[in-house]
C-alpha cells in the first residue's frame, strides 16, 4: 500500500469517527429538543432533568473521544526519560547516524533513554503526516545493556524501517487513534445508565472495524521494517537480535521483582544508579542458558487478534527465509552496546532521577550487601513469627523464658526462642497443641489428622529455618549473598549448607526428632567468643 493510499484510509478512518460522534450528537440535541417542547409536561420534569443530564454526560464522553482523536500524532512528552545530545553521548549517536545513513532516512531530532527493554521511534504529524515533521527515537538502557553493537545496528535499522516505509507519518495518527476508540468504548461500557450503554454499541462495531483494519496494517509494517533491517544489519544478526528481546524481557522483569523491590518492605532502595543499572550485573553473571530458562519459565500471553506486532516465532522465521549472510562479513568480537553509552552510572541515576516516585527521594539508600542482610532478616522474621506465636499460645501463661544461652535475637520480643521452640517440639506439642494454632486458610481449617499436619508441615518448616537463620546472622555465622546467578539470600556455614534441610525435616516429622538440629546449632560458636549456646 502506497504511503498515499495510507494517507487516505487515515483521513478516513478518522472521518468516520467524529461522523458517528456528530451524528450521536445531533440525535441527543433533537430528541432533547423534542421533550422540551413537546412531550414535557409539568408531571414530568423530573424526567427531563434526568435524561437531560444523561444526555449531557453521554455527549461528555463523545466530545471527550473526539478530542483525543484530534490529537493523534502529536508528540507527547517523556516524563519518564532522559533526552541526550549528540555532545553528551557521541559514540551512540554516530551509531544511530550510520544506520539512518545506511538506510537513507534522515537523523532522529531527538534521542530519549528509558527503563524498558524496548525501542521506537515517533514522528510528529502535520495534515495527516503530508507535512514531514519532527523525529523521535527512544532506546532502552535495559535493552543496550543486553544487546551487543550489531544486534543493536539490526533494532536501529528495524526502527528505521518505520521511517522508511513513512509508517510514523501515518502510525503516530493511527496508534492514538486506536487508543481514542479504545478508550471510547470502554467509557461508554463503563457507563451508569442504558443510554451510556446504548450509545455505545455503533463505538463498539465502529472499533472492531478500526482495529481490525489498522492493527493488520501494523503487522505487515512490522514484518517490511524486519526485512529492512535483515538487509542492512545481517539475516543472522536481525534473527539474534529478535530472539534476544524476549529472553531480555523476562530478565528484566525477574531482576526488577527480585533485585530492583528488594528493599519495598523495608523502606529501602539499592545504591544510586542501581535500581536500573543493576540488570548489568545480573546480565553479566548468568549465561544465555540461564537466562534463557527465565523465559521459558514466565507465562507467555495468548496472541491477541489485534496486536500490533506478528509473533516473534513467525518474524524469526520470515527473516530466515531470506538470502544467508556472507560468513566474511560475520563479527568475530562483538562489543556490548551499553560501552556506547558514556558514564552509564551518571545516566542511570539520572533515570532514576525521572522514573521513581516523589517518595522515593527520601528512602534510605543501602549497598546490595546490606539490602540482601536486611531483607533475609525480615524474611526470616517473619516466617518465623507464626511459628513462634502459635508455641507461645500452646505452652500458655505459664509458659517463662528458661536460662538458655542461646542468641536469639527474635526472642526479645517477649515470644519463645529458638531453644525453648525445639523443647516444645520434644515434649510432643507441636501436632498436639501447636499446629492447630498456626493460621491457615478457611478451607484447611476443616482438616484432619496426615492431612492437617501435610498441610501445616511446609510452614512449620519455614518457621524453624527462619529462626536457625536469625540465630546465625546474630552469631555472625552467616552473611548476605547477592546471588545475581540465582536468588538473593544467606551464605550459611558450610555444615548447614548440607545438612539443615534434613534437620529440619526431622523435627518436622510426624514424630518430630530435634536431635540432628540441636547437633548443627551446638557446633557453632558465636562470634563474641561465648561458648555454644546449650541447646
Known sequence: ?????????????????????????????????????????????????MVLTSTVLVALVILRGMYAFLRAGRLQPLPEAVAVSPEEQPELWEQVRATAEAIGERVPDELYLVAE???????????????????????GLP?????????????????????ANS??????????????????VESFLGGSTP???????????????????????ARRQELAADRLAARHAGRDTTAAALRTLPVLSAA??????????????????PPVGEVYGGFRRLLAAREEEQLAALAAGRHQPRPHEYDTHPPTAERIARIEELPADDPRDVAVHEPAALALVRDADRVFAALEARTLPHGAAGLRRLSWDDLVMARAVA?????????????????????RRGDHTMTDPAADDGLPGLAEVLDAFDRGLLWMAVADRIPKPDQAARLTGASARNFVRPRVFDGLAGMVQLHLVEAGEAGPDIAWSGRPGLTLPEEFEAGLDDALDAAVADTPDTAPLRALLAGRVPATGAPAAAV
Open 252 to 269: 528484566y522483569s525477574h531482576y526488577l521483582e527480585t533485585y530492583a523491590a528488594m528493599g519495598e518492605p523495608l523502606g529501602a532502595l
Open 167 to 184: 509508517d510514523t507519518r501515518t502510525g503516530g495518527a493511527a496508534m492514538r487513534g486506536r487508543l481514542a476508540v479504545v478508550q471510547t
Open 1 to 49: 500500500m502506497t504511503y498515499q493510499l495510507r494517507a487516505l484510509r487515515a483521513l478516513a478512518l478518522l472521518a468516520g469517527f467524529h461522523l458517528i460522534g456528530v451524528a450521536l450528537l445531533a440525535a441527543m440535541a433533537a430528541f432533547d429538543w423534542l421533550m422540551v417542547t413537546r412531550w414535557l409536561t409539568a408531571r414530568a420534569a423530573w424526567f427531563e432533568g
Open 117 to 139: 527493554v524496548n525501542a521506537g521511534v515517533a514522528e510528529r504529524n502535520r495534515l495527516l503526516g503530508l507535512v514531514p515533521g519532527r523525529r523521535r527515537m527512544v532506546l
Open 143 to 163: 535493552l543496550l545493556a543486553g544487546l551487543t553493537v550489531p544486534r543493536l545496528r539490526a533494532v536501529l535499522a528495524h526502527e528505521f524501517g518505520h521511517y
Open 195 to 217: 443510554l451510556h450503554h446504548a450509545v455505545g454499541i455503533p463505538y463498539v462495531a465502529y472499533a472492531r472495524m478500526f482495529l481490525r483494519t489498522s492493527y493488520s496494517v
Open 379 to 399: 524474611d526470616a522474621d517473619g516466617w518465623s513469627r507464626p511459628l513462634r506465636v502459635a508455641v507461645a499460645r500452646a505452652l500458655g501463661p505459664s509458659a
